[in-house]
Each structure stands twice: as structure tokens, then as C-alpha cells.
């Protein structure tokens, strides 16, 4: 299973982003989708998560300001981020709880992540 991000980019604070994340490979069925972003010198952290009936969660740092949404029949999920803010850069990463076959249990993959600045 390969998790593949995609919307990298430079905005300016108050502007817009919108990442994508696509899982591939063999998939049986894909479960909560969610997006970590780690900032330099920072942990990991959690933005958000959707599960696959579309129930979305989000960190206090983002609610309001960040929407997650998903099409499960291309197995991808999106991340529009708006009234962005300096400490929104971070690389962004997103992971995927999956069962690759009908009778596999849950597996967790991470994409390689993308890189976002919000510059002041």
C-alpha cells in the first residue's frame, strides 16, 4: 500500500492550500484517514482525521480554519486549509488505516509527507 500527498506549495498568511493524499496498492478496504504535520524542531502532531463515513475531527489549533474531506471510491482524501498562519508550516503527512485483504487485520501506512510554509 503506497499513500501518496500532493498540494505542496509557499502561501502567504491569510492564504489558502489544498493537500490530497491517494492510497494505492492492494486495498481492500481503507478506514480513518487522518493528516499529522511536524514543524522543525517539533513532534509530530495530530490535524485531523475522517473516517470512512465522513466524520471528520480536528485539533484545536485548526478547527474552524481546516476542512477534511475524502472519495472513497478513488481511495483519497483531501485537506483544504484556509486562513493559514506561520505556524502552519510543517511538513504534512497523511495516514491510512487499511485491511489489504478480506480477512487481514488493520495496518497503519504513512505517506512520505509534503511540505507546506505559510510565510508572515
Known amino acids: 500500500v503506497q499513500l501518496v500527498e500532493s498540494g505542496r506549495g509557499l502561501v502567504q498568511s491569510g492564504g489558502s492550500l489544498r493537500l490530497a493524499c491517494a492510497a494505492s496498492?492492494?486495498?481492500?478496504?481503507?478506514?480513518?484517514m487522518a493528516w499529522y504535520r511536524q514543524a522543525p524542531g517539533k513532534q509530530r502532531e495530530w490535524v485531523a482525521t475522517?473516517?470512512?463515513?465522513?466524520?471528520?475531527k480536528y485539533s484545536d489549533s485548526v478547527n474552524g480554519r481546516f476542512t477534511m474531506s475524502r472519495d472513497n471510491a478513488k481511495n483519497t482524501m483531501y485537506l483544504q486549509m484556509d486562513s493559514l498562519k506561520p505556524e502552519d508550516t510543517a511538513v504534512y503527512y497523511c495516514?491510512?488505516?487499511?485491511?489489504?485483504?478480506?480477512?487481514?487485520?488493520?495496518?497503519?501506512?504513512w505517506g512520505q509527507g509534503t511540505q507546506v510554509t505559510v510565510s508572515s
Open positions: 496498492g492492494n486495498i481492500f478496504r481503507v478506514f480513518d
Open positions: 475522517i473516517t470512512s463515513d465522513a466524520t471528520t
Open positions: 495516514n491510512a488505516e487499511v485491511r489489504v485483504t478480506p480477512g487481514s487485520t488493520r495496518k497503519q501506512f
